[in-house]
Structures are given as C-alpha cells and as structure tokens.
Nanobody, 117 residues
Framework: QVQLVESGGGLVQAGGSLRLSCAASGRTSSINTMGWYRQAPGKQRELVASITSGRPNYADSVKGRFTISRDNAKSTVYLQMDSLKPEDTAVYSC????????????WGQGTQVTVSS
C-alpha cells in the first residue's frame, strides 16, 4: 500500500505564495499518478493538478499560477502555488493512483490553505 503525508499549508495574503509537499511511503514504485485535490466549505472536491510520467495536468482555475512537480528519488510531489486568491482557500489533499494486485488509490490527511483578502 501507499501512505501519503502532506505539509506546507497555512495562511497567506492574496497575491502570496505557498508550496505544498506530499511525501509518499510504502510501495512508491507502483505509483502511476499523483495529484492534488481541494475542497472548500460547501463545495465539492475538485482536482487541482496531477502529474503522470512527468506530464502535468491543471484545472483551468489554477493554470499559470500553480505548478505541480514530482521528485521520484524522494517519492514526493509538490504544488507551488503563486498569485494566490481568496477563492483558493480550501483543504488541499494529496492523492496517488497505484497498482498492487489491483488498481488502488490513496489519500493524504489534507492540509488547510487560507488566503486572506
């Protein structure tokens, strides 16, 4: 199995930056896709960004502001968030898709990001 631990959330003013990290452990060599989701109060969880074989994918709302990257040697995925807006406020969760006898999915515990206006 794969376990995920996020870090790096916090409070930042609009226009500022934060970098989230997600460290994977366990069967990390079986991970195919890693990604970041977010859920704001009263809203559905949405995919923010994902990365598969080095290819990133972004939600339209964060294109040009957020950058996802993966360090395979450290089994860690990062989300660099620049030009943050109050509407980016949410709980951000890391995810991993991997194959071990069957297709599986893991979630991190989530980290709060709050952007003040």
């Amino acid at each position: 199995q794969v376990q995920l631990v996020e870090s790096g959330g916090g409070l930042v003013q609009a226009g500022g930056s934060l970098r989230l990290s997600c460290a994977a452990s366990g069967r990390t060599s079986s991970i195919n896709t890693m990604g970041w989701y977010r859920q704001a109060p009263g809203k559905q969880r949405e995919l923010v960004a994902s990365i598969t074989s080095g290819r990133p994918n972004y939600a339209d709302s964060v294109k040009g502001r957020f950058t996802i990257s993966r360090d395979n040697a450290k089994s860690t995925v990062y989300l660099q968030m620049d030009s943050l807006k109050p509407e980016d406020t949410a709980v951000y969760s890391c995810s991993a898709d991997y194959y071990y006898t069957t297709c599986s999915h893991s979630w991190g515990q989530g980290t709060q990001v709050t952007v003040s206006s």
